[in-house]
């Protein structure tokens, strides 16, 4: 069986349609580092989490580490991707232009 998927996207005025709101405030919230936190837990584990967007004293869990450097290594990541999530959402980046 084949299945087939198509997407497209429509830029307005500098800013991707399509995309909510509370979404891209959600990904400038996970961007900020100091959002995010690393428990350890009972097993010896390290275990990020980010901090709830509304709530201070609401905490999610994301992943489980073995080491705490693993564990700021995976939070180092996650920001960098919404930071990225958020310049797609501005509009596609000049790369090169021809004269």
């Known amino acids: 069986m084949t299945y087939y998927y198509k997407t497209y996207s429509q830029i307005t005025q500098g800013e991707r349609q399509g995309v909510a709101k509370e979404t891209i405030e959600a990904w400038k919230h996970l961007a900020e580092k ?31 580490r073995e080491t705490i450097e693993s564990a700021e290594s995976a939070i180092d990541g996650s920001v960098e991707h919404y930071q990225k999530r958020i310049d797609f959402v501005k509009g596609p980046k000049v790369i090169k232009t021809f004269k």
């Not at 995010?36 to 994301?62: A, M, S």
Request: hydrophobic share 25%; glycine share 4%.
């Open 34 to 64: 100091e959002n995010w936190r690393i428990t350890q837990l009972p097993n010896g584990f390290y275990q990020t989490e980010y901090q709830d967007i509304k709530e201070e004293d609401i905490w999610h869990d994301v992943t489980r």
